[in-house]
């Protein structure tokens, strides 16, 4: 799919059904990743949040990709436990707004939808590239989307990789200081995730 495609509701609520699928199947992982650095319950949360996100968008079939976002965003709000539920939520939701009411958005309108819910989201946690969060992932993905989607779901993996060696800045693992040195931040890898699927329903 070129980058100068228009992308309609249709094309969002694809794009939240593969992110609640690769959540799905990559709860283990990202639960196993909490264990080491957080509460033991990441994976069990986005699945649960992407799967009520899914459930809203199809029970509410908002028409307009502003309105996916917006939907799943309060979703998630409301059904993801800990920190993740407001960050993931304001992120999503941060973006619809930004969209509007647009039947079609270009994706330079996307990359700056989501530009916008990245800064809420640093915002909202206060976290900045480098402190071993979502955002690790968030940016670099946001960056690469003017170049394609699978250049930006390299670019957000990279990013979650990148958070190995980095010592936690923010949010509970920052409590382990250096002994969160190592391993990898399991926000940054869900939030790889969304990008993941954005190129997958993209192709």
């Not at 402190?131 to 699978?150: I, N, Q, R, W």
């Amino acid at each position: 799919m070129a980058v100068d495609t228009a992308l309609d509701g249709a094309f969002f609520v694809r794009w939240i059904s593969a992110a609640a699928g690769l959540v799905e199947r990559e709860a283990g992982r990202l639960t196993e990743l909490d264990s080491a650095i957080g509460d033991a319950d990441h994976g069990a949360n986005m699945q649960r949040g992407f799967t009520a996100a899914v459930k809203a968008v199809q029970t509410e079939a908002p028409a307009t990709p502003g309105g996916v976002l917006v939907t799943v965003g309060r979703q998630l709000i409301s059904s993801v436990g800990g920190a993740s539920g407001p960050l993931y939520g304001t992120l999503l939701r941060r973006a619809g707004k930004n969209l509007g009411v647009a039947p079609q958005v270009s994706v330079a309108e996307l990359q700056a939808g989501l530009a916008a819910g990245v800064e809420s989201v640093r915002t909202l946690g206060g976290a900045a590239p480098g402190d071993k969060t979502m955002v690790d992932a968030l940016v670099p993905g946001v960056e690469a989307l003017g170049t394609s989607f699978d250049a930006a779901a390299a670019a957000a993996e990279e990013g979650a990789r990148a958070t190995v060696p980095m010592l936690a800045k923010k949010g509970r693992a920052s409590y382990l200081g250096e002994r969160s040195i190592g391993h990898q931040d399991p926000g940054a890898t869900s939030s790889a995730l969304l990008f993941a699927a954005l190129a997958e329903v993209a192709r």
